[in-house]
């Protein structure tokens, strides 16, 4: 069965960065397009980041410039590197595959405040 482990959230001050890392199982990983979504309170999920299997990659306008999403097909993991972080950032990170067809994970919260 797909089980999709996100991990790496907190809490950073404004402008800080943080890691986070999704392994994924139960999936030919290297055949998948990947994402990072994220749901704000009150808020509907969005994608916020994707990278194909070959590595190109696409952002969001709220985030681009500051986040940059990597893979290691090798240990089926994908990346999502953040920086400059901004309160409205504040969310609980997902992975999953671009079309969001994969089982959901628990994810991870990032909480961005002073």
């Known amino acids: 069965q797909v089980q999709l482990v996100e991990s790496g959230g907190g809490l950073v001050q404004p402008g800080g960065s943080l890691r986070l890392s999704c392994a994924a199982s139960?999936?030919?990983?290297?055949?998948?397009?990947m994402g990072w979504y994220r749901q704000a309170p009150g808020k509907q999920r969005e994608l916020v980041a994707a990278i194909r299997s070959g590595g190109n990659t696409n952002y969001a306008d709220s985030v681009k410039g500051r986040f940059t999403i990597s893979r290691d097909n090798a240990k089926n993991t994908v990346y999502l590197q953040m920086n400059s972080l901004k309160p409205e950032d504040t969310a609980v990170y997902y992975c999953n595959t671009q079309s969001g067809g994969q089982p959901w994970g628990q994810g991870t919260q990032v909480t961005v405040s002073s």
């Open positions: 139960g999936i030919i990983f290297n055949i998948y397009a």
